[in-house]
């Protein structure tokens, strides 16, 4: 009898993939994941960026997403949190600082990789320092960078001492600070796909999904605008529908406003632009 096929590889599950396993396998066994997805104007904040990148530094669109997504929590400080397993039973720790997860994809040897760097405290950096951060990560010797050091450790580890990774992460907060952020932001290169459902290990993950031409309604009339669909992935657990609700209000009213980018302008000596940018929005020249 003609065998129809042949098994061409077999090889145990170990490092980059063994940490990606017991990280899926966490967040779907110790935190209750839910969803929502909303849309995102983006032609105001478009203008800002550009004016941005034209008097303070050229910045891309990611650090807009990271800002808005410390600042979002920030406003709402009780999603600042993560549920632990502890001695005595579960309990739910909240941190200080918004700190903020997000992927790299880069070129390390001869392969490309994507592994997680994280924005300490991005709530209270400037977009140009964000920008410069995420340089970095990608512009930087794999020795010098701590996020990538972390990653060629993992990627020699078998099933078993990163599943002791994992399983610390879930009992000490202190463990999962020195190593990751308190919340995330993912997103889809170009505009491929309408949504990006993210999946982790944290109580609140924004997935940024791909940007496209729609209809949009603005001051009662209806126009063409550039429209970002989102996903927000949080914990119900820890936090609870309300609360996703509002995170997702004020991550879409911080990015359609951009007021956190006109504030930046501002410290730059812009007030002037402000007003005459402000004035024109309100009566609709701009």
Known sequence: MEVGNRICRDQSVRGEQAYIYCLKARAKRHHCLGYGTFSVDLDPVERYRKEYSRRVRPITYVPLYVKATALAIQRNPEANAILFRKLLGLR??????????????????????????????????????????????????????????????????????????????????????????????TFVEGDSGEHMFPIGPMSVVFGIGGARREPVVRGGAVGIGHVLKCTLMVDNFVISGLTGARLAKDFKDLLEGGSFVIEELEKAGDAKWHCTKHAASRTGTD
């Open 92 to 185: 739910i720790v909240q941190f200080e600082a918004v700190d903020v997860n997000f992927p790299i994809t880069r070129m390390i040897g001869n392969r490309t990789v994507t592994f997680i760097g994280t924005v300490r405290n991005a709530a209270a950096k400037s977009l140009h320092e964000i920008q410069d951060e995420l340089a970095q990560y990608q512009r930087c010797p794999p020795e010098k960078s701590f996020a990538m050091r972390r990653f060629q450790r993992l990627s020699r580890m078998p099933l078993w001492q990163v599943r002791l990774v994992h399983w610390t992460m879930t009992r000490s907060p202190r463990f999962l600070i020195r190593n990751v952020g308190t919340c995330g932001v």
